[in-house]
């Protein structure tokens, strides 16, 4: 029998953190820390830790609930013997849970680990140590949130919650809309809009939303991630590669995404004259801009989308890259960018900027009352961050705030995060050191750079004298001017000879 002390950090986490740590010991990490979570969530969706009795008619049989089989099995090795191992009796009880929630397939593809026998006796002491711990849910999500920090890279399979709050924000989901993250990961950014959409006093219904993502234990953390907020989400019939399996074709509303930053192997070559790269042929070494034209030919006519991605994208002077942000910028599908605070990611040193794109920048319902065509606007929000008590960096609710009320009134947008709404005096103005909207003509200038710091320099840099700083902008962007020139008729002559 395992016991544990009642002593504990909070409600028992230090010896499920203890616990975790020590099976990861004894297997891959990832495959250490979805067993966690499985457990977690059989805990959470169990309706007792007790027998109980169901009745059918004039029959009377007892049930055994899910987390009670894992309880009792962690205690007794004959019980799991039964099963043949503590992993299998966790299966068959995840599948009980998963199943009253989502759907059983929402594992298809996962097999057996295959547990050592110290394994396995690892994550008996595991079911014993969240047993013990207070909070289940709350338990899961400090789980994901951990794993997150010790697994992720680049933009792949989390997205801090600050972040995934900001994104939210900016796309401003409303009840009814069709709501897409095609890199899904542990659903983080469906969770939070379909929670931002619920807030806001017109609902239209509630949302639809929709998960794929290539990787298959992301998969099912996300399905378990879904359900215990009690959402409904299509994830497909499996694991997918978004960017090679195509479009949904459900013309959405909404995409939020957060791809891996830079992926130098995407499949170039097998989609190289795929239909959906209207604004160029991605490179074949950096799939950033592959994943923004996906997540174009995802939305509807009037759809929006947030997609978050490293620096580089938006300043790259890679002839390919720049040319099909002009071509981004001359069909007016670019919106705002958002610089952020670097840091955000503990897995990656990496700056990122939030591009909104928007197939409909026109005044609209959806939109808001003012029109931008033609018109960018940038935010620098570099020197927006908080530190945890960890020291760990990240945006808080006045950071979030701020940059989405800038974007609302630059909209002419009602949208009401829970502050109070826009009234009807308070007008965009750009701000000197945080943001200013730009006209298509000047980005042509600066060589198609979308980067906030180039058009929003910080404002010990703004105000340094009066006209200066303007003059030597505009002699810079003149200087881009000349160069965009001098490349094409380079590329004339080169042509020709």
């Known amino acids: 029998m395992i016991e544990r002390s009642g002593a504990s950090e909070v409600g028992g986490r230090k ?15 990832s495959v250490g820390y979805r067993l966690a979570l499985q457990v977690m969530f059989v805990r959470c969706t169990s309706r007792s830790s007790a027998p109980g009795v169901e009745s059918t008619g004039n029959r009377r049989q007892v049930v055994v ?20 191992s503590m992993e299998r009796v966790l299966r068959e009880a995840w599948q009980v849970g998963i199943g009253r929630s989502v759907g059983s397939e929402a594992g298809a593809g996962i097999g057996e680990a295959n547990l050592s026998t110290v394994a396995d006796r690892q994550l008996a002491e595991l079911v014993a140590c969240v047993e013990a711990a207070e909070g289940p849910h709350e338990l899961f999500a400090a789980c994901l949130d951990r794993f997150s920090r010790r697994l992720g890279r680049g933009g792949d399979y989390f997205t801090p919650r600050g972040v995934s709050r900001l994104m939210v924000a900016v796309a401003d989901p409303r009840g009814g809309e069709r709501i897409l993250d095609p890199v899904c990961g542990s659903a983080g950014l469906l969770v939070d809009a379909a929670r931002a959409a619920g807030t806001r006093s017109s609902d239209g219904g509630r949302v639809r939303l929709h998960g794929r993502d290539v990787n298959v234990e992301a998969r099912l953390v996300a399905a378990m991630n879904l359900a215990l907020h009690s959402l409904e989400a299509d994830l497909g019939p499996s694991a997918v590669d978004s960017l090679l399996t195509g479009p949904t074709r459900v013309g959405c509303d909404v995409v939020l995404a957060n791809p891996p930053f830079g992926t130098k192997s995407w499949g170039h070559d ?23 034209q996906h997540v174009l030919a995802e ?37 705002a960018v958002v610089a952020l605070p670097a840091h955000l990611f503990p897995h990656s040193p990496v700056s990122a900027c939030l591009w909104f794109l ?7 319902p959806r939109w808001g009352r003012t029109g931008r065509t033609d018109q960018i606007l940038f935010v620098n929000a570099r020197a927006l961050e908080r530190r945890d008590g960890k020291g760990r960096r990240s945006l808080g609710d006045a950071d979030i705030e701020r940059v989405r009320r800038t974007f609302s009134m630059w909209r002419g947008s009602d949208a009401d995060s829970g502050a109070g709404a826009l009234s009807d005096v308070e007008e965009y103005a750009d701000e000197s050191g945080w943001c200013r909207s730009v006209s298509r003509r000047e980005v042509e200038a600066a060589g198609w750079d979308l980067s906030p710091a180039l058009h929003v320099p910080p404002r010990a840099e703004a105000s340094e004298g009066t006209d200066a700083p303007a003059a030597l902008r505009n002699a810079l962007y003149g200087h881009f001017a000349d160069a965009s020139s ?8 080169l042509g020709n000879a």
């Not at 609930?65 to 043949?84: H, I, M, N, Q, Y």
């Not at 001098?486 to 002559?493: F, G, I, K, Q, S």
């Open 358 to 364: 928007s197939r409909d920048k026109r005044a609209h």
């Open 270 to 292: 097998a989609l190289a004259a795929d239909e959906r790269w209207r604004w160029g042929t991605p490179p074949p070494g950096n799939a950033d801009f592959a994943w923004i």
């Open 486 to 493: 001098l490349d094409r008729t380079l590329r004339r002559v």
């Open 65 to 84: 609930e899910p987390w009670a089989l894992l309880v009792a099995a962690s205690k007794d090795e004959g019980t799991r013997a039964g099963f043949g």
């Open 15 to 29: 010896e499920v953190w203890r616990a975790v740590d020590d099976l990861c010991g004894h297997t891959a990490v």
């Open 299 to 335: 939305l509807c006519d009037r759809g929006r989308a947030v997609v978050l991605l490293g620096d580089g994208a938006a300043k790259s002077v890679r002839t390919g890259e720049r040319e099909i942000r002009g071509h981004l910028v001359g069909s007016d599908m670019v919106a």
